[in-house]
Protein backbone atom coordinates (compact mmCIF):
# COMPACT_ATOMS: atom_id res chain seq x y z
CA UNK A 1 0.00 0.00 0.00
CA UNK A 2 3.07 1.90 0.81
CA UNK A 3 4.65 1.22 -2.23
CA UNK A 4 1.55 2.43 -4.31
CA UNK A 5 1.05 5.70 -2.87
CA UNK A 6 5.02 6.46 -3.60
CA UNK A 7 4.38 5.21 -7.50
CA UNK A 8 1.25 7.47 -7.41
CA UNK A 9 2.88 10.91 -5.77
CA UNK A 10 5.61 10.22 -8.23
CA UNK A 11 3.24 10.14 -11.55
CA UNK A 12 1.62 13.07 -10.10
CA UNK A 13 4.99 14.88 -10.00
CA UNK A 14 5.53 13.96 -13.52
CA UNK A 15 2.12 14.92 -14.22
CA UNK A 16 2.46 18.42 -13.15
CA UNK A 17 6.05 19.02 -14.57
CA UNK A 18 4.66 18.27 -18.12
CA UNK A 19 2.03 20.82 -17.10
CA UNK A 20 4.03 23.71 -16.67
CA UNK A 21 6.60 22.51 -19.12
CA UNK A 22 3.48 22.27 -22.03
CA UNK A 23 2.22 26.11 -20.36
CA UNK A 24 5.77 27.52 -20.97
CA UNK A 25 5.75 25.55 -24.01
CA UNK A 26 2.73 27.30 -25.38
CA UNK A 27 4.25 30.57 -23.90
CA UNK A 28 7.16 30.50 -25.73
CA UNK A 29 5.34 29.24 -29.02
CA UNK A 30 3.04 32.00 -29.08
CA UNK A 31 5.92 34.49 -28.48
CA UNK A 32 7.97 32.75 -31.14
CA UNK A 33 5.29 33.51 -33.71
CA UNK A 34 4.68 36.97 -32.98
CA UNK A 35 5.98 38.71 -36.62
CA UNK A 36 5.93 41.78 -34.61
CA UNK A 37 8.44 40.94 -32.09
CA UNK A 38 12.45 42.16 -33.07
CA UNK A 39 13.26 38.24 -32.16
CA UNK A 40 11.04 36.78 -34.71
CA UNK A 41 10.36 39.75 -37.03
CA UNK A 42 9.10 39.17 -40.67
CA UNK A 43 7.98 42.40 -42.06
CA UNK A 44 5.04 40.53 -44.28
CA UNK A 45 3.47 38.71 -41.31
CA UNK A 46 3.75 42.00 -39.28
CA UNK A 47 2.02 44.37 -42.16
CA UNK A 48 -0.75 40.77 -41.77
CA UNK A 49 -1.33 40.71 -38.67
CA UNK A 50 -2.11 44.56 -38.59
CA UNK A 51 -3.79 44.13 -41.71
CA UNK A 52 -5.69 41.15 -39.19
CA UNK A 53 -6.19 43.54 -36.91
CA UNK A 54 -7.36 46.04 -38.78
CA UNK A 55 -10.25 44.11 -40.45
CA UNK A 56 -11.63 42.84 -37.34
CA UNK A 57 -11.64 46.87 -35.85
CA UNK A 58 -13.77 47.51 -38.67
CA UNK A 59 -16.39 44.91 -38.18
CA UNK A 60 -16.20 46.20 -34.72
CA UNK A 61 -17.62 49.37 -35.91
CA UNK A 62 -21.47 47.88 -36.66
CA UNK A 63 -21.71 46.33 -33.35
CA UNK A 64 -23.56 47.50 -30.83
CA UNK A 65 -22.93 50.81 -29.10
CA UNK A 66 -22.11 50.07 -25.56
CA UNK A 67 -19.57 51.28 -22.97
CA UNK A 68 -17.18 48.06 -23.14
CA UNK A 69 -17.61 47.67 -26.73
CA UNK A 70 -16.29 50.89 -27.38
CA UNK A 71 -13.22 50.48 -24.80
CA UNK A 72 -12.67 47.15 -26.36
CA UNK A 73 -12.39 49.51 -29.94
CA UNK A 74 -10.12 51.71 -28.55
CA UNK A 75 -7.74 48.67 -26.98
CA UNK A 76 -8.20 47.18 -30.44
CA UNK A 77 -6.87 50.96 -31.99
CA UNK A 78 -4.49 50.37 -29.24
CA UNK A 79 -2.99 47.46 -30.02
CA UNK A 80 -2.77 48.29 -34.18
CA UNK A 81 -0.88 51.22 -33.01
CA UNK A 82 1.72 49.61 -31.24
CA UNK A 83 2.32 47.41 -33.79
CA UNK A 84 3.07 49.96 -36.34
CA UNK A 85 5.66 50.85 -33.87
CA UNK A 86 7.09 48.12 -33.75
CA UNK A 87 7.05 47.35 -37.64
CA UNK A 88 8.79 50.82 -38.11
CA UNK A 89 11.15 50.53 -35.03
CA UNK A 90 12.52 47.27 -36.51
CA UNK A 91 12.47 48.85 -39.92
CA UNK A 92 14.50 51.94 -38.48
CA UNK A 93 17.03 49.45 -36.73
CA UNK A 94 17.47 47.68 -40.16
CA UNK A 95 18.03 50.56 -42.38
CA UNK A 96 20.33 52.00 -39.27
CA UNK A 97 22.42 48.73 -39.72
CA UNK A 98 22.09 48.63 -43.20
CA UNK A 99 23.34 51.95 -43.30
CA UNK A 100 26.66 51.64 -41.10
CA UNK A 101 27.31 48.65 -42.91
CA UNK A 102 27.22 50.70 -46.71
CA UNK A 103 29.43 53.43 -44.86
CA UNK A 104 32.35 50.73 -44.37
CA UNK A 105 31.88 49.71 -47.93
CA UNK A 106 31.96 52.97 -49.00
CA UNK A 107 35.15 54.14 -46.87
CA UNK A 108 37.00 50.62 -48.10
CA UNK A 109 35.85 51.15 -51.70
CA UNK A 110 37.07 55.29 -51.41
CA UNK A 111 40.63 53.50 -50.18
CA UNK A 112 40.71 51.31 -53.45
CA UNK A 113 39.65 54.10 -55.58
CA UNK A 114 41.84 56.70 -54.17
CA UNK A 115 44.76 53.64 -54.71
CA UNK A 116 43.83 52.74 -58.24
CA UNK A 117 43.49 56.45 -59.19
CA UNK A 118 47.50 57.28 -58.21
CA UNK A 119 48.14 53.35 -60.25
CA UNK A 120 46.01 54.71 -63.15
CA UNK A 121 48.18 58.57 -63.41
CA UNK A 122 51.62 57.05 -63.11
CA UNK A 123 50.85 54.40 -65.64
CA UNK A 124 49.05 57.44 -67.94
CA UNK A 125 52.16 59.36 -67.67
CA UNK A 126 54.62 56.24 -68.22
CA UNK A 127 52.63 55.14 -71.73
CA UNK A 128 52.25 58.89 -72.19
CA UNK A 129 56.30 58.89 -72.79
CA UNK A 130 56.09 55.58 -74.93
CA UNK A 131 53.48 56.87 -76.99
CA UNK A 132 55.93 59.05 -78.54
CA UNK A 133 58.19 56.71 -79.44
CA UNK A 134 58.20 55.65 -82.89
CA UNK A 135 59.25 52.75 -84.58
CA UNK A 136 62.37 53.70 -85.84
CA UNK A 137 63.44 55.77 -82.97
CA UNK A 138 62.81 51.86 -81.40
CA UNK A 139 65.04 49.95 -83.33
CA UNK A 140 68.01 52.90 -83.54
CA UNK A 141 67.86 53.15 -78.91
CA UNK A 142 67.58 49.27 -78.69
CA UNK A 143 71.09 47.09 -78.80
CA UNK A 144 69.94 45.08 -81.67
CA UNK A 145 66.62 43.62 -82.99
CA UNK A 146 66.43 41.26 -80.40
CA UNK A 147 66.65 44.17 -77.67
CA UNK A 148 63.81 46.19 -79.61
CA UNK A 149 61.44 43.18 -79.86
CA UNK A 150 61.67 43.11 -76.39
CA UNK A 151 61.21 46.75 -76.00
CA UNK A 152 58.14 46.15 -78.05
CA UNK A 153 56.85 43.15 -75.65
CA UNK A 154 57.20 45.51 -73.02
CA UNK A 155 54.97 48.57 -74.18
CA UNK A 156 52.55 45.96 -75.21
CA UNK A 157 52.53 44.44 -71.94
CA UNK A 158 52.21 48.11 -70.19
CA UNK A 159 49.45 48.92 -72.42
CA UNK A 160 47.99 45.91 -71.74
CA UNK A 161 48.06 46.49 -68.15
CA UNK A 162 46.97 50.07 -68.23
CA UNK A 163 43.91 48.83 -69.75
CA UNK A 164 43.21 46.57 -67.07
CA UNK A 165 43.97 49.22 -63.93
CA UNK A 166 41.52 51.39 -66.51
CA UNK A 167 38.89 48.68 -66.04
CA UNK A 168 39.37 48.12 -62.77
CA UNK A 169 38.75 52.03 -61.79
CA UNK A 170 36.03 52.06 -63.73
CA UNK A 171 34.70 49.15 -62.14
CA UNK A 172 35.56 50.41 -58.62
CA UNK A 173 34.00 53.84 -58.93
CA UNK A 174 31.22 52.66 -60.25
CA UNK A 175 30.60 50.34 -57.55
CA UNK A 176 31.47 52.95 -55.14
CA UNK A 177 28.67 55.63 -56.72
CA UNK A 178 26.10 52.63 -56.76
CA UNK A 179 26.82 52.14 -52.65
CA UNK A 180 26.36 55.96 -52.07
CA UNK A 181 23.60 56.18 -53.92
CA UNK A 182 22.26 53.07 -51.99
CA UNK A 183 23.30 54.54 -48.72
CA UNK A 184 21.58 57.91 -49.52
CA UNK A 185 17.88 56.14 -50.24
CA UNK A 186 17.88 54.24 -47.42
CA UNK A 187 19.12 57.33 -45.40
CA UNK A 188 15.85 59.22 -46.69
CA UNK A 189 13.90 55.81 -46.13
CA UNK A 190 14.84 55.61 -42.64
CA UNK A 191 13.97 59.56 -42.26
CA UNK A 192 10.37 58.87 -43.61
CA UNK A 193 10.22 55.65 -41.27
CA UNK A 194 11.15 58.46 -38.37
CA UNK A 195 8.48 60.78 -39.22
CA UNK A 196 6.00 57.98 -39.40
CA UNK A 197 7.07 56.58 -35.85
CA UNK A 198 6.54 59.99 -34.18
CA UNK A 199 2.54 59.94 -35.74
CA UNK A 200 2.28 56.67 -34.68
CA UNK A 201 3.49 57.47 -31.16
CA UNK A 202 1.62 60.60 -31.07
CA UNK A 203 -1.67 58.48 -32.30
CA UNK A 204 -0.78 55.96 -29.63
CA UNK A 205 -0.35 58.63 -26.63
CA UNK A 206 -4.28 59.99 -28.06
CA UNK A 207 -5.90 56.13 -28.16
CA UNK A 208 -4.56 56.19 -24.31
CA UNK A 209 -5.90 59.66 -23.26
CA UNK A 210 -9.46 59.19 -25.49
CA UNK A 211 -9.72 56.23 -23.55
CA UNK A 212 -8.70 57.68 -19.87
CA UNK A 213 -11.52 60.67 -21.10
CA UNK A 214 -14.08 57.76 -21.97
CA UNK A 215 -13.72 56.44 -18.68
CA UNK A 216 -13.56 59.78 -16.70
CA UNK A 217 -16.87 61.46 -18.54
CA UNK A 218 -18.69 58.45 -18.42
CA UNK A 219 -17.61 57.43 -14.90
CA UNK A 220 -16.83 53.99 -16.50
CA UNK A 221 -20.67 53.26 -16.14
CA UNK A 222 -23.02 51.74 -18.67
CA UNK A 223 -26.01 53.66 -17.38
CA UNK A 224 -23.68 57.00 -17.89
CA UNK A 225 -22.64 56.31 -21.02
CA UNK A 226 -26.40 55.63 -22.99
CA UNK A 227 -27.40 58.29 -21.31
CA UNK A 228 -24.82 60.16 -22.68
CA UNK A 229 -24.63 58.80 -26.43
CA UNK A 230 -28.64 58.99 -26.61
CA UNK A 231 -28.83 62.92 -25.82
CA UNK A 232 -25.83 63.44 -28.81
CA UNK A 233 -27.88 61.25 -30.87
CA UNK A 234 -31.15 63.15 -29.82
CA UNK A 235 -29.74 66.35 -30.24
CA UNK A 236 -28.59 65.50 -33.82
CA UNK A 237 -31.99 64.31 -35.13
CA UNK A 238 -33.20 67.64 -33.84
CA UNK A 239 -30.66 70.10 -35.32
CA UNK A 240 -31.62 68.22 -38.83
CA UNK A 241 -34.85 68.53 -38.30
CA UNK A 242 -34.32 72.54 -37.26
CA UNK A 243 -32.38 72.74 -40.42
CA UNK A 244 -35.53 71.56 -42.31
CA UNK A 245 -37.53 73.70 -40.66
CA UNK A 246 -38.81 71.66 -37.80
CA UNK A 247 -38.41 73.98 -35.32
CA UNK A 248 -40.64 76.24 -34.07
CA UNK A 249 -39.42 79.55 -34.32
CA UNK A 250 -40.94 83.11 -33.27
CA UNK A 251 -39.18 86.77 -34.80
CA UNK A 252 -37.73 89.01 -31.86
CA UNK A 253 -36.61 91.67 -34.02
CA UNK A 254 -33.23 93.16 -35.14
CA UNK A 255 -29.93 92.71 -33.03
CA UNK A 256 -26.27 94.42 -33.41
CA UNK A 257 -23.02 92.04 -33.27
CA UNK A 258 -21.76 91.40 -29.82
CA UNK A 259 -25.58 91.84 -28.24
CA UNK A 260 -26.48 89.67 -25.63
CA UNK A 261 -29.30 87.72 -27.15
CA UNK A 262 -29.56 84.81 -24.31
CA UNK A 263 -27.94 82.70 -21.61
CA UNK A 264 -26.70 78.93 -22.08
CA UNK A 265 -28.49 76.42 -19.27
CA UNK A 266 -26.19 75.52 -16.69
CA UNK A 267 -26.18 71.70 -16.11
CA UNK A 268 -28.00 69.03 -17.82
CA UNK A 269 -31.04 69.48 -20.07
CA UNK A 270 -33.01 68.38 -22.79
CA UNK A 271 -30.70 66.62 -25.37
CA UNK A 272 -27.56 68.44 -23.36
CA UNK A 273 -25.56 66.09 -20.34
CA UNK A 274 -23.60 69.42 -18.75
CA UNK A 275 -23.50 73.00 -19.30
CA UNK A 276 -22.54 73.94 -23.09
CA UNK A 277 -23.38 76.13 -25.60
CA UNK A 278 -24.04 74.50 -29.27
CA UNK A 279 -23.16 77.06 -31.70
CA UNK A 280 -23.80 76.25 -35.54
CA UNK A 281 -23.67 78.04 -38.95
CA UNK A 282 -26.01 77.20 -41.57
CA UNK A 283 -25.52 79.22 -45.37
CA UNK A 284 -28.53 78.67 -47.56
CA UNK A 285 -29.84 75.65 -45.22
CA UNK A 286 -26.79 74.02 -45.49
CA UNK A 287 -24.06 73.04 -42.80
CA UNK A 288 -20.97 75.17 -42.37
CA UNK A 289 -17.83 74.35 -40.14
CA UNK A 290 -17.86 77.44 -38.34
CA UNK A 291 -13.82 77.53 -37.63
CA UNK A 292 -13.86 79.29 -40.75
CA UNK A 293 -15.96 81.93 -39.78
CA UNK A 294 -14.93 82.82 -36.30
CA UNK A 295 -11.80 84.54 -35.15
CA UNK A 296 -8.16 82.82 -34.24
CA UNK A 297 -8.67 83.75 -30.34
CA UNK A 298 -6.66 82.27 -26.87
CA UNK A 299 -8.48 79.25 -26.24
CA UNK A 300 -8.52 78.32 -22.56
CA UNK A 301 -8.68 74.24 -23.05
CA UNK A 302 -10.03 71.79 -24.49
CA UNK A 303 -12.14 70.21 -21.94
CA UNK A 304 -13.09 66.93 -23.51
CA UNK A 305 -12.32 67.34 -26.97
CA UNK A 306 -9.89 64.49 -28.28
CA UNK A 307 -9.98 65.35 -32.23
CA UNK A 308 -8.54 69.02 -30.48
CA UNK A 309 -6.45 71.42 -31.22
CA UNK A 310 -7.37 73.30 -34.14
CA UNK A 311 -7.47 76.64 -35.38
CA UNK A 312 -9.42 79.47 -36.42
CA UNK A 313 -9.55 81.57 -39.13
CA UNK A 314 -12.61 84.17 -39.32
CA UNK A 315 -13.33 87.72 -38.61
CA UNK A 316 -16.43 87.00 -36.61
CA UNK A 317 -16.15 87.48 -32.43
CA UNK A 318 -17.02 84.30 -30.38
CA UNK A 319 -20.91 84.15 -28.88
CA UNK A 320 -19.39 83.68 -25.46
CA UNK A 321 -17.34 85.48 -23.12
CA UNK A 322 -13.34 84.68 -22.33
CA UNK A 323 -11.99 82.60 -21.00
CA UNK A 324 -13.55 80.39 -23.66
CA UNK A 325 -13.67 76.03 -22.95
CA UNK A 326 -14.15 73.49 -26.33
CA UNK A 327 -15.73 70.71 -26.24
CA UNK A 328 -15.97 69.28 -29.40
CA UNK A 329 -15.32 70.20 -32.67
CA UNK A 330 -17.41 70.37 -36.19
CA UNK A 331 -17.99 66.74 -38.78
CA UNK A 332 -15.81 64.07 -37.83
CA UNK A 333 -14.95 64.22 -34.63
CA UNK A 334 -13.90 61.58 -32.10
CA UNK A 335 -16.93 61.84 -31.01
CA UNK A 336 -18.75 61.24 -33.80
CA UNK A 337 -16.11 58.40 -35.37
CA UNK A 338 -16.80 56.46 -32.16
CA UNK A 339 -20.68 56.47 -32.61
CA UNK A 340 -22.82 59.44 -31.28
CA UNK A 341 -23.55 61.05 -34.31
CA UNK A 342 -23.87 59.31 -37.77
CA UNK A 343 -21.17 60.13 -39.99
CA UNK A 344 -21.87 62.25 -42.18
CA UNK A 345 -22.80 64.91 -41.05
CA UNK A 346 -21.18 64.17 -37.61
CA UNK A 347 -21.06 66.85 -34.97
CA UNK A 348 -22.87 70.01 -36.49
CA UNK A 349 -21.32 72.60 -34.17
CA UNK A 350 -18.68 73.43 -31.92
CA UNK A 351 -19.42 72.88 -28.34
CA UNK A 352 -18.30 75.86 -26.25
CA UNK A 353 -18.43 77.15 -23.01
CA UNK A 354 -17.55 79.92 -20.40
CA UNK A 355 -16.11 80.19 -17.11
CA UNK A 356 -17.03 83.74 -16.55
CA UNK A 357 -20.11 83.93 -17.94
CA UNK A 358 -23.30 82.22 -19.42
CA UNK A 359 -24.12 85.03 -21.63
CA UNK A 360 -24.73 84.12 -25.33
CA UNK A 361 -23.51 87.21 -28.00
CA UNK A 362 -24.47 87.61 -31.52
CA UNK A 363 -21.83 87.36 -33.78
CA UNK A 364 -23.31 89.13 -36.54
CA UNK A 365 -26.22 91.62 -37.28
CA UNK A 366 -29.32 90.25 -38.16
CA UNK A 367 -32.66 89.17 -37.00
CA UNK A 368 -33.18 87.87 -34.06
CA UNK A 369 -35.29 84.45 -33.43
CA UNK A 370 -36.93 82.28 -30.67
CA UNK A 371 -37.00 78.75 -31.30
CA UNK A 372 -37.57 75.22 -29.29
CA UNK A 373 -38.25 71.68 -31.12
CA UNK A 374 -38.89 68.69 -28.81
CA UNK A 375 -35.79 66.59 -27.99
CA UNK A 376 -34.99 63.34 -25.47
CA UNK A 377 -38.50 63.92 -24.23
CA UNK A 378 -38.13 67.13 -23.42
CA UNK A 379 -37.88 70.51 -25.41
CA UNK A 380 -34.42 72.13 -26.84
CA UNK A 381 -34.56 75.69 -26.61
CA UNK A 382 -32.59 77.59 -28.79
CA UNK A 383 -32.16 81.19 -30.72
CA UNK A 384 -31.17 82.10 -33.81
CA UNK A 385 -29.76 84.89 -35.75
CA UNK A 386 -30.61 85.49 -39.83
CA UNK A 387 -28.03 88.05 -40.97
CA UNK A 388 -29.76 88.61 -44.18
CA UNK A 389 -26.99 87.51 -46.66
CA UNK A 390 -27.22 83.58 -46.55
CA UNK A 391 -25.56 83.07 -43.50
CA UNK A 392 -27.34 81.86 -40.09
CA UNK A 393 -25.98 81.25 -36.79
CA UNK A 394 -27.96 79.11 -34.30
CA UNK A 395 -27.06 78.91 -30.29
CA UNK A 396 -28.53 76.12 -28.59
CA UNK A 397 -29.25 74.85 -24.68
CA UNK A 398 -30.27 78.27 -24.34
CA UNK A 399 -32.73 80.23 -22.11
CA UNK A 400 -33.50 83.71 -22.98
Not at 189 to 206: G, I, R, V
Not at 263 to 268: A, K, L, N, R, Y
Request: aromatic share 8%.
Amino acid sequence: MRLFKIISFVLLGIFFLFLVHSSSLLTAIHADNDPCQQSTYDSVGCQNQINNYQKQLDAARGQEKTLQSQLDFIDAQTKITELKIQNASFQIQKLNSEITDLSGRIDRLSTSVDSLTKVLLDRIVRTYKYSNISPLDLLFSSNGFSDALERLKYIQVVQAHDKQVLYQFQAAKQNFDDQKTDKVTRQTQAEELKKQLDSYQAQLDSDKAAKAQLLRITQDNETVYQQKLQAALSEQEAILAILGGGGSEVSVGPVHQGDVISHFIIGPSPCSSGSHLHFEVHQNNSLVNPTGLLSNTSINKWDNSPDSPFSFSGSWPWPVQQPIDIEQGFGNTWWAQHGWYTNPPGHTGIDIYSESSTEVLAVHDGNLSVGSISCGGGTLHYVKVDHGDGYSSYYLHTLR
